[in-house]
Nanobody, 113 residues
Framework: QVQLVESGGGLVQAGESVRLSCAGS????????VAWYRQASGKQRELVAG??????NYADSVKGRFTISRDNAKNTVYLQMNSLKPEDTAVYYC????????WGQGTQVTVSS
């Protein structure tokens, strides 16, 4: 059974950094695409960043500020978020397909101005 467990969210001030973690079980991350999505209050869930093998992609709104990475030994995907803005406030979710969609429980990131 595939399980994704996120951690690392919290309340930070604008300009600060946060690192989110997504630990996977029942799946080998390096063989699949793993992505971070976010959903702000009253808005649709949106793709933030994804990693497939050595390839990474980012939403335009986070390019240059966020970095997605993977630790194969720990089977964990990270999202390093720098220069945070109030508009980055959202619940962040880890996602993969194997072959069905799997989502983590989400972790709240709140950026105060």
């Amino acid at each position: 059974q595939v399980q994704l467990v996120e951690s690392g969210g919290g309340l930070v001030q604008a300009g600060e950094s946060v690192r989110l973690s997504c630990a996977g079980s029942g799946i080998i991350f390096r063989r699949h695409t793993v992505a971070w999505y976010r959903q702000a209050s009253g808005k649709q869930r949106e793709l933030v960043a994804g990693i497939t093998g050595g390839n990474r992609n980012y939403a335009d709104s986070v390019k240059g500020r966020f970095t997605i990475s993977r630790d194969n030994a720990k089977n964990t995907v990270y999202l390093q978020m720098n220069s945070l803005k109030p508009e980055d406030t959202a619940v962040y979710y880890c996602h993969t397909q194997f072959p069905s969609d799997y989502w983590g429980q989400g972790t709240q990131v709140t950026v105060s101005s």
